[in-house]
């Protein structure tokens, strides 16, 4: 059994009548899921695609995404997501890098996109129209261990986003592995479901464990205090970036009480603060359980279900995930030192799409995956996150490449150079922060630079303040130093 839907099939609840998505606006039976994401399966075989190729797709949060994602499992087609901020100039760049057979976005978007087979989910000539006619009943396409089911961008350091491939068995491995250690409560579990759905946490983490363990999922369009709130009445489980928690805390309607049902709040994708796990422990009677994970891994490691959790800790490696610390001399880094994490299992990645030596580049001669992340690991194996040995900024649990950005910004008129770097944020962890030098004669304002950017980059991409400098502070070397960067404007979010 090697196609990831197989898997969703084998481990359906008894009653295929229980209520597997509830949202807004649809509910959807675990029997009513499976038919439809077959009449899905067939429309998307109607329209030419067969197993391999790439459905591109850049849609809002709904049921029907999910039915999207899963009909792709089934016709073998290699399901890509993307975030629906991106702007159209960075989508040319994925429609030419991913080369897909069909472009799956909203209306506003379906004439912006250059390609021959763009459709929208919901018009008339829709996916969703498409598969009404369709039988629900669909043979999966037998897949290999290592056949890709997912391919998602990650941006690389030196602007260039790589798509990481995941194979079929990366992604059930990892999700049946979660499941036991979030003891998972079969048939019992509800999960609330309010992270996005192009990345890891959203669609694998959650999803799966939700599909695997025959769960219901209370299915939010997006993260809302309110309805967040409502949902952990009639709920046991719920996964969130730590900005999810610090936004839940600011509001005094948070409490024990509300949340009596709720075994377990789970929190990733940004390093969770001291401060938001005793402060969160301390409202709700229970700590946070903090687990560690990327785009090309999945999950890596996790705090346990049972036994303390650590404030400041991401737990010891998931059952068949090996991780190692090696320091900068290249030797295993002693019990409690730091150096990169590098990691081994069958969640690691098959490497980035079309970019060999990216992907040769990302591993040790020994066939380690070398995060890029600074950590420390303790004699029992549990590991600390560190630092960052990439330049690489998390805000509300989205990640930006300041090269990127950079780039972008040091070709705007009246702009000399500049330096895009990280700052602590109350509420969205780091804030993209932009450092710039004005070319001579000239006065660039904030404003101006920021509206520049909105055009080429997603919104959550700007930075959030300008600040203008008379020389960037570099080394011997000439490298812009940003560690004294980030300590000068250390507290630009404080002051505010
Ligand atoms: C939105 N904005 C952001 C932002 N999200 N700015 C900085 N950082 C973010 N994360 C900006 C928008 O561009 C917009 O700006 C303004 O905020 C309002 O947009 P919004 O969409 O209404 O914001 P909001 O609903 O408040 O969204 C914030 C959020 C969301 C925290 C709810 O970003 C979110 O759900 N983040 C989770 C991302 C996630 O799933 N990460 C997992 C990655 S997987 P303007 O200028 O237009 O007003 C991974 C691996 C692992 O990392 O280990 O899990
Ligand atoms: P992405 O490439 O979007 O999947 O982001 C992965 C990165 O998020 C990791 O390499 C880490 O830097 C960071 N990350 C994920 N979970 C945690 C965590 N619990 N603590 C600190 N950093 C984390």
């Given at each position: 059994?090697?196609?990831?839907?197989?898997?969703?099939?084998?481990?359906?609840?008894?009653?295929?009548?229980?209520?597997?998505?509830?949202?807004?606006?649809?509910?959807?039976?675990?029997?009513?899921?499976?038919?439809?994401?077959?009449?899905?399966?067939?429309?998307?075989?109607?329209?030419?695609?067969?197993?391999?190729?790439?459905?591109?797709?850049?849609?809002?949060?709904?049921?029907?995404?999910?039915?999207?994602?899963?009909?792709?499992?089934?016709?073998?087609?290699?399901?890509?997501?993307?975030?629906?901020?991106?702007?159209?100039?960075?989508?040319?760049?994925?429609?030419?890098?991913?080369?897909?057979?069909?472009?799956?976005?909203?209306?506003?978007?379906?004439?912006?996109?250059?390609?021959?087979?763009?459709?929208?989910?919901?018009?008339?000539?829709?996916?969703?129209?498409?598969?009404?006619?369709?039988?629900?009943?669909?043979?999966?396409?037998?897949?290999?261990?290592?056949?890709?089911?997912?391919?998602?961008?990650?941006?690389?350091?030196?602007?260039?986003?790589?798509?990481?491939?995941?194979?079929?068995?990366?992604?059930?491995?990892?999700?049946?592995?979660?499941?036991?250690?979030?003891?998972?409560?079969?048939?019992?579990?509800?999960?609330?479901?309010?992270?996005?759905?192009?990345?890891?946490?959203?669609?694998?983490?959650?999803?799966?464990?939700?599909?695997?363990?025959?769960?219901?999922?209370?299915?939010?369009?997006?993260?809302?205090?309110?309805?967040?709130?409502?949902?952990?009445?009639?709920?046991?489980?719920?996964?969130?970036?730590p900005?999810?928690?610090?936004?839940?805390?600011?509001?005094?309607?948070?409490?024990?009480?509300?949340?009596?049902?709720?075994?377990?709040?789970?929190?990733?994708?940004?390093p969770l603060r001291d401060e938001t796990f005793r402060e969160f422990e301390?409202?709700?009677?229970?700590p946070i359980?903090e687990?560690?994970?990327?785009?090309?891994?999945?999950?890596?490691?996790?705090?346990?279900?049972?036994?303390?959790r650590q404030a400041g800790a991401?737990?010891?490696?998931?059952?068949?995930?090996?991780?190692?610390?090696?320091?900068?001399?290249?030797?295993?880094?002693?019990?409690?030192?730091?150096?990169?994490?590098?990691?081994?299992?069958?969640?690691?990645?098959?490497?980035?799409?079309?970019?060999?030596?990216?992907?040769?580049?990302?591993?040790?001669?020994?066939?380690?995956?070398?995060?890029?992340?600074?950590?420390?690991?303790?004699?029992?194996?549990?590991?600390r996150?560190?630092?960052?040995?990439?330049?690489?900024?998390?805000?509300?649990?989205?990640?930006?490449?300041?090269?990127?950005?950079?780039?972008?910004?040091?070709?705007?008129?009246?702009?000399?150079?500049?330096?895009?770097?990280?700052?602590?944020?109350?509420?969205?962890?780091?804030?993209?922060?932009?450092?710039?030098?004005?070319?001579?004669?000239?006065?660039?304002?904030?404003?101006?630079?920021?509206?520049?950017?909105?055009?080429?980059?997603?919104?959550?991409?700007?930075?959030?303040?300008?600040?203008?400098?008379?020389?960037?502070?570099?080394?011997?070397?000439?490298?812009?130093?940003?560690?004294?960067?980030?300590?000068?404007?250390?507290?630009?979010?404080?002051?505010?």
């Amino acid at each position: 059994m090697t196609n990831l839907f197989e898997h969703f099939e084998d481990n359906l609840p008894r009653n295929r009548q229980g209520v597997f998505l509830e949202s807004a606006a649809v509910s959807y039976t675990f029997s009513e899921l499976m038919d439809a994401s077959a009449r899905y399966a067939h429309a998307l075989a109607r329209l030419g695609v067969t197993p391999g190729d790439r459905v591109l797709v850049q849609v809002e949060k709904s049921a029907e995404a999910v039915l999207l994602y899963l009909a792709c499992l089934r016709t073998g087609a290699i399901y890509v997501p993307l975030n629906t901020a991106y702007t159209a100039s960075e989508m040319a760049y994925f429609l030419d890098d991913a080369s897909p057979t069909l472009v799956v976005v909203e209306p506003t978007r379906r004439f912006e996109v250059k390609h021959s087979h763009v459709l929208t989910l919901f018009d008339d000539d829709g996916l969703a129209g498409r598969s009404e006619t369709e039988s629900k009943e669909f043979d999966t396409a037998t897949r290999e261990d290592n056949d890709i089911a997912a391919i998602l961008y990650t941006s690389g350091t030196t602007g260039r986003s790589k798509g990481a491939m995941l194979s079929h068995s990366n992604l059930s491995s990892n999700a049946l592995t979660l499941l036991k250690a979030w003891d998972w409560q079969r048939e019992r579990d509800v999960l609330v479901h309010a992270l996005p759905i192009y990345h890891v946490h959203g669609l694998f983490v959650a999803l799966h464990c939700a599909l695997l363990g025959g769960s219901r999922m209370i299915f939010l369009e997006s993260f809302h205090v309110d309805t967040v709130l409502e949902a952990f009445q009639r709920a046991t489980v719920f996964m969130g970036v730590p900005t999810y928690y610090t936004r839940l805390l600011a509001d005094s309607r948070f409490t024990r009480e509300r949340c009596s049902g709720m075994r377990l709040f789970i929190s990733g994708s940004a390093p969770l603060r001291d401060e938001t796990f005793r402060e969160f422990e301390k409202r709700v009677g229970q700590p946070i359980l903090e687990r560690y994970g990327m785009t090309e891994a999945g999950m890596i490691t996790s705090n346990p279900i049972a036994g303390p959790r650590q404030a400041g800790a991401v737990g010891p490696p998931l059952a068949d995930v090996e991780a190692r610390v090696r320091g900068e001399d290249g030797a295993l880094a002693p019990s409690g030192e730091p150096g990169v994490l590098e990691i081994r299992g069958p969640n690691v990645f098959r490497g980035y799409w079309r970019m060999e030596d990216k992907t040769a580049e990302s591993f040790t001669d020994d066939g380690w995956f070398i995060t890029g992340d600074v950590a420390t690991q303790d004699a029992g194996g549990v590991v600390r996150i560190v630092g960052r040995d990439k330049d690489l900024i998390i805000s509300g649990g989205l990640n930006v490449y300041p090269k990127e950005i950079e780039l972008l910004i040091d070709e705007l008129p009246g702009v000399d150079e500049s330096a895009v770097i990280g700052v602590h944020h109350p509420d969205w962890g780091e804030a993209v922060v932009a450092i710039v030098k004005a070319g001579p004669g000239a006065s660039p304002g904030e404003e101006s630079i920021i509206e520049a950017l909105r055009e080429h980059i997603a919104g959550f991409k700007l930075p959030k303040r300008v600040a203008f400098i008379d020389e960037l502070p570099r080394n011997a070397m000439g490298k812009v130093q940003k560690n004294v960067l980030r300590e000068r404007y250390a507290t630009t979010f404080e002051r505010a």
